[in-house]
């Protein structure tokens, strides 16, 4: 019973590495655009999404969503 509580959290950890993945690759994406086409003001809050996200691949690890969603 306790090995498959833990089998199911190693899951779920996997999950949310795999969504903090595609979640930083996505943000990176959308602050990019945001930091060429917005203004001035916004630009600082695009730049502040893209070092967030960057963290956020860096941590998660760039790879592992499109790995475990099987993005090709």
Do not use: H, P
């Not at 999950?15 to 602050?31: D, N, P």
């Amino acid at each position: 019973m306790i090995f498959d509580y833990l089998e199911d959290l190693g899951e779920i950890i996997e999950f949310l590495l795999a969504l903090g993945s595609i979640m930083g690759m996505l943000g990176l994406v959308i602050g990019l655009l945001g930091w060429l086409f917005l203004g001035q003001f916004q630009r600082k809050k695009v730049i502040g999404l893209m070092i967030v996200s960057v963290i956020l691949l860096m941590v998660c690890g760039v790879n592992t969503g499109i790995r475990y969603f099987r993005i090709y």
